[in-house]
């Protein structure tokens, strides 16, 4: 899937304003942990979106797809997911950045890094094991949607959520958060 000069510039820019704003809530541009985690989800998404156009531009662009078509249920459920992430981020901003009121030890810290981890493996697995993963859900009948049985979705019906929710311990960790 190519992206147009003008996607990439907004993406730069749009990324530019998180981390303004982020850095402004932490009090600090000189808060290391947050600087590691914003360069650590740059590579990680950028890694990800090259080998997800390489292997399977198909999932690429039905990822970034309009919501148009999403349920009732999944538009709440994408709102408060979309809610609680921010929540997180600026608490932790506030607490990891700003005024220190968890004091997590160095060994906290790299506990929620070893969480990261297994988050983005996780979800690195399911990106490449699931052709139909789409961010809303939906069936996709014109592209020969089945169901996944392999790797992780052997043992778990929708490991993204599992991955994401070992993201959402983690992350607060490794900004030096409880």
Do not use: C
């Not at 749009?14 to 704003?21: E, S």
């Not at 292997?55 to 999944?74: F, G, I």
């Not at 020969?144 to 607060?172: D, K, N, W």
């Amino acid at each position: 899937m190519k992206h147009s000069p003008f996607q990439f510039v907004t993406r730069i820019i749009g990324l530019g304003l998180f981390a303004a704003v982020w850095f402004a809530i932490a009090g600090r541009v000189t808060w290391w942990q947050g600087w590691i985690s914003l360069i650590a989800f740059i590579l990680f998404a950028g890694a990800l979106n090259l080998r997800l156009a390489k292997v399977n531009p198909e999932l690429l662009q039905e990822r970034n797809r309009p919501a148009r078509e999403a349920q009732s249920w999944d538009r709440v459920v994408m709102s408060m997911y979309s809610v609680l992430l921010v929540v997180q981020l600026v608490i932790a901003a506030l607490d990891g950045g700003r005024y220190s009121w968890s004091r997590l030890t160095l060994g906290g810290q790299i506990l929620g890094w070893l969480l990261l981890v297994v988050s983005g493996i996780v979800v690195w697995h399911v990106m490449m094991t699931n052709a139909f993963l789409a961010s809303w859900s939906r069936l996709q009948e014109e592209r020969g949607q089945v169901v996944v049985t392999e790797g992780l979705y052997r043992y778990v019906r929708h490991p993204m959520y599992l991955g994401v929710m070992i993201a959402f311990v983690g992350m607060p960790l490794a900004l030096g958060s409880l």
